[in-house]
C-alpha cells in the first residue's frame, strides 16, 4: 500500500490549500495600504526642531494648534482668543487632569505664543506641553 492511500483506493489529501489565504491576505494589505492616508487628520503646522523627550500618558491629550497665520484652533476647530478661553475653562470643569499640547507653526510671533500659554495657565490647566520636530 502506497503512502496517503487507503484501501478503498481513495487517496486522502493531507496538504493544506493556503492559496486562499493568500489571496485574503493581499486584498487586505491593498484595503490597508490604500485606507492609511486617508486616517491623517489635523492641521498643518511647520514645527520648530529640538531635542526633547516624549510624554508618555494614559489620558489623550488635547492639541492647540497655532499656525502660521496666528489662527487658532483646538482639535482641529478654530477659536478666538475669548472663545478659547472660554472652551478651555468649560474643558477644565469636565476633566481637572487635563493636558494641552501646544502646537505653534515656528514662523508664529512669539507673543502669540505666550497669549495662548496665559490662557491656558489662566484657565487653570497644568500639564502643558510644547510640539516640536524632531532635529534629524
Same mark, same amino acid.
Given at each position: 500500500m *502506497?503512502?496517503? !492511500?487507503?484501501?478503498?483506493?481513495? @487517496?486522502?489529501?493531507?496538504?493544506? /490549500?493556503?492559496? &486562499?489565504?493568500?489571496?485574503?491576505?493581499? %486584498?487586505? =494589505?491593498? +484595503?490597508?495600504?490604500?485606507s492609511?492616508?486617508?486616517? !491623517?487628520?489635523?492641521? #498643518? %503646522? /511647520? =514645527?520648530?526642531?529640538a531635542?526633547?523627550?516624549?510624554?508618555?500618558?494614559?489620558?489623550?491629550?488635547?492639541?492647540?494648534? @497655532?499656525?502660521?497665520?496666528?489662527? @487658532?484652533?483646538?482639535?482641529?476647530?478654530?477659536?478666538?482668543?475669548?472663545? $478659547?478661553?472660554?472652551? $478651555? #475653562?468649560?474643558?477644565?470643569?469636565?476633566? &481637572? #487632569?487635563?493636558?494641552? =499640547? %501646544?502646537?505653534?507653526? !515656528?514662523?508664529?510671533?512669539?507673543?502669540?505664543?505666550?497669549? +495662548?500659554?496665559? =490662557?491656558?495657565?489662566?484657565? *487653570?490647566?497644568?500639564?502643558?506641553? $510644547?510640539?516640536?520636530?524632531?532635529? /534629524?
Amino acid at each position: 500500500m *502506497k503512502v496517503g !492511500q487507503k484501501k478503498g483506493g481513495r @487517496i486522502s489529501l493531507s496538504e493544506i /490549500n493556503v492559496t &486562499p489565504l493568500v489571496d485574503v491576505m493581499l %486584498v487586505l =494589505l491593498i +484595503v490597508f495600504m490604500v485606507s492609511a492616508p486617508l486616517m !491623517q487628520q489635523g492641521v #498643518e %503646522v /511647520n =514645527l520648530p526642531k529640538a531635542n526633547a523627550g516624549s510624554l508618555s500618558d494614559a489620558d489623550e491629550p488635547i492639541v492647540l494648534s @497655532i499656525q502660521s497665520n496666528q489662527h @487658532i484652533s483646538l482639535d482641529s476647530k478654530s477659536y478666538s482668543m475669548s472663545a $478659547l478661553s472660554e472652551r $478651555l #475653562e468649560a474643558l477644565v470643569i469636565a476633566k &481637572p #487632569e487635563l493636558q494641552i =499640547l %501646544v502646537q505653534a507653526d !515656528q514662523a508664529v510671533n512669539y507673543g502669540v505664543v505666550a497669549k +495662548v500659554m496665559a =490662557l491656558v495657565k489662566k484657565a *487653570k490647566i497644568h500639564r502643558v506641553g $510644547l510640539v516640536t520636530a524632531p532635529e /534629524n
